[in-house]
């Protein structure tokens, strides 16, 4: 399922917003201080004031709870009311899932409002990505391309979230949903050439040029280990560098990963040779 998830600073129209599905979550507290002057400024005519509190006085968070207005048009989703040593007070995991769990119907457009603290906005923001896997093989449906957007409504901060804020948002939902539809390819699809394609996709938008090290080249550069371990497979191993070269670097760093497309789980399939 192809979904792009963008972090606005500004409400969608009306008319977008009625041909959506829109989702408001946050902690209870939250929602019982959040004025309908102020949520009617998100979802205009959508609801009315008395289904507003009617909504909030009907959620019952154990851990979380849902509760849908005027046909699923308006979705109020609260967050757990108490947080244990395992998670954060910004309840991320329950965002996820709540995003999971949703029955959307065959709506493409998602507006999701999520009140919340500034501090715990990065951490929510990334909550959503998980929610929205980009990989699928599914069959005998419909292939759609969703579009989900994301505001943020603060509690008790008068700054609101920044531009550059929310770019900062939108490059780690990126990157998680990137890393999250690498991981869930198989390695027949994902194999060795297919991930090079992809570090060449996220070099492009860097504006680097990897190195990349494949095949025989690696024994004769001293990196018999590298080779020898998948010398055997189909698509040959490989090596790939991207560096960042700052003017004003003073230090280098160096990241090392292994990009694992097939592990055999102690079988040894290497050659003898």
Not at 41 to 58: M, P, Q, R
Not at 74 to 84: D, E, M, N, R
Not at 151 to 180: C, K, M, V, W
Request: aromatic share 6%; proline share 4%; charged share 20%.
């Amino acid at each position: 399922m192809d979904t792009k998830i963008k972090v606005v600073t500004k409400t969608a129209p009306q008319q977008e917003l009625a041909n959506s599905s829109n989702i408001i979550i946050g902690h209870l507290n939250n929602l019982n201080k959040l004025k309908f002057s102020d949520i009617s400024k998100k979802v205009g005519s959508l609801i009315t004031e008395d289904a507003w509190d009617y909504g909030i006085k009907t959620l019952n968070p154990a851990p979380t709870d849902t509760i849908s207005l005027n046909l699923n048009k308006v979705i109020l989703a609260a967050l757990p009311t108490k947080c244990s040593r395992h998670n954060t007070p910004s309840h991320a995991h329950s965002i996820t899932k709540i995003l999971q769990n949703l029955n959307f119907g065959h709506q493409e457009s998602h507006q999701i409002f999520i009140l919340c603290e500034k501090h715990n906005a990065f951490a929510s923001g990334c909550a959503v990505a998980r929610a929205y896997p980009s990989y699928s093989r599914k069959t005998g449906t419909q292939v759609t391309k969703k579009l989900v957007n994301v505001e943020f409504i603060l509690a008790n901060d008068r700054n609101p979230i920044s531009g550059d804020e929310a770019r900062s948002i939108e490059h780690a939902i990126f990157g998680i949903q990137t890393a999250a539809r690498i991981v869930d390819t198989p390695c027949n699809e994902m194999h060795v050439n297919t991930f090079i394609e992809e570090v060449k996709n996220i070099a492009k938008k860097l504006g680097i040029t990897p190195l990349i090290i494949q095949g025989k080249e690696l024994e004769e550069r001293g990196m018999g280990g590298i080779y020898g371990v998948g010398k055997a497979a189909e698509n040959p191993p490989a090596l790939v560098v991207l560096s960042h070269t700052p003017k004003s670097a003073t230090l280098n760093v160096a990241w090392v990963g292994k990009g694992i497309v097939y592990d055999t789980g102690g079988l040894s399939i290497k050659v003898i040779t």
